[in-house]
């Protein structure tokens, strides 16, 4: 059975950091592109960051280039997102989603492209 389980979320300060981690089992995650999205309340799904398969290449929103970064470690069935320098604009339910993909590619600005959703992680960004 594919899952995505995302963890990590939390409360943080303003300027502060956090990891998120995507978990994913029943699939071999070279093969899957993966985008993380955040949805804030009153807010729709926006995408934040997406990392290609096979090749691992990576893409960001303009509101959190420079400060969150996206890898993957496939040894760990894992993508993280590194979220740095937090700014209570970036409260939000984090979501993880994948999509196997033939070509190394992702998708960070429809999230109907993705098939498979973890549950979210909250990250709440207040002092």
């Known amino acids: 059975q594919l899952q995505l389980v995302e963890s990590g979320g939390g409360l943080v300060q303003p300027g502060g950091s956090l990891r998120l981690s995507c978990a994913a089992s029943g699939l071999i995650l070279d093969y899957y592109a993966i985008g993380w999205f955040r949805q804030a309340p009153g807010k729709e799904r926006e995408g934040v960051s997406c990392i290609s398969s096979s090749s691992g290449s990576a893409n960001y929103a303009d509101s959190v280039k420079g400060r969150f970064t996206i890898s993957r470690d496939n040894a760990r069935n894992t993508v993280y997102l590194e979220i740095n320098s937090l700014k209570p604009e970036d409260t939000a339910v984090y979501y993880c989603?994948?999509?196997?993909?033939?070509?190394?590619?992702?998708?960070?600005?429809?999230?109907?492209?993705?098939?498979?959703w973890g549950q979210g992680t909250q990250v709440t960004v207040s002092s």
């Open positions: 989603a994948g999509r196997r993909t033939v070509q190394p590619m992702c998708v960070m600005t429809m999230t109907s492209w993705y098939i498979y």
